[in-house]
T-cell receptor, first 111, second 115 residues
Framework: GQQLNQSPQSMFIQEGEDVSMNCTSSSIFNTWLWYKQDPGEGPVLLIALYKAGELTSNGRLTAQFGITRKDSFLNISASIPSDVGIYFCAGQLTGNTPLVFGKGTRLSVIA | GAVVSQHPSRVICKSGTSVKIECRSLDFQATTMFWYRQFPKQSLMLMATSNEGSKATYEQGVEKDKFLINHASLTLSTLTVTSAHPEDSSFYIC???????????FGPGTRLTVT
């Protein structure tokens, strides 16, 4: 199945540092989403982006929907230990279609 | 927000037996539900799309006779793994977009271990 290119695969950062991860696709999506998944649980939606060029924030998280509709990035500012987990980007064509996920970015935060 | 539940959360079964996993939308209707599979340290991969009142559509490489899907009502889809083998051990996650084309909500997942 199709997967999005997500980087980096993993990151080790100090508490308080900012984090950036991004996702690219060979095809266009009309919605980009960012999820966080803790071990043994389903993914939880962090941010949804519905318009090309859109920049959206949710607390310390900021995400952008690329103008070409083929990419997105997620920034986390001032990381804290509870930010640890796996972050997935996902693209969606329309509301009733399945999501195509990136390969994930595993974030570790060192206190 | 809307809630999607899955049952069971964990199941261990012997090779050759069948296992049924339920996915329910608790406070909204979902004509369509999606089943994903996630192997350890990998991403979620779509297995099939479950459609209420009609046959499911399967992704390439997913055996429809092995992974039986039944979407009998607007709030329930079931995935039955038939004649399970150890290589079917995985994390199975369902999701449901709120009708008609709303946000997609994920269930908490079912960890299947086949011994």
């Amino acid at each position: 199945g199709q997967q999005l290119n997500q980087s980096p695969q993993s990151m080790f950062i100090q508490e308080g540092e900012d984090v950036s991860m991004n996702c690219t696709s060979s095809s266009i999506f009309n919605t980009w989403l960012w999820y966080k998944q803790d071990p043994g649980e389903g993914p939880v939606l962090l941010i949804a982006l519905y318009k090309a060029g859109e920049l959206t924030s949710n607390g310390r998280l900021t995400a952008q929907f690329g103008i070409t509709r083929k990419d997105s990035f997620l920034n986390i500012s001032a990381s804290i230990p509870s930010d640890v987990g796996i972050y997935f980007c996902a693209g969606q064509l329309t509301g009733n279609t399945p999501l195509v996920f990136g390969k994930g970015t595993r974030l570790s935060v060192i206190a | 927000g809307a809630v999607v539940s899955q049952h069971p959360s964990r199941v261990i079964c012997k090779s050759g037996t069948s296992v049924k996993i339920e996915c329910r939308s608790l406070d909204f209707q979902a004509t369509t539900m999606f089943w994903y599979r996630q192997f350890p340290k990998q991403s979620l991969m779509l297995m099939a799309t479950s459609n209420e009142g009609s046959k499911a559509t399967y992704e390439q490489g997913v055996e429809k006779d092995k992974f039986l899907i039944n979407h009998a009502s607007l709030t329930l889809s079931t995935l039955t793994v038939t004649s399970a083998h150890p290589e079917d051990s995985s994390f199975y996650i369902c999701s449901a977009p709120e009708d008609p084309a709303g946000e997609q909500y994920f269930g908490p997942g079912t960890r299947l271990t086949v011994t």
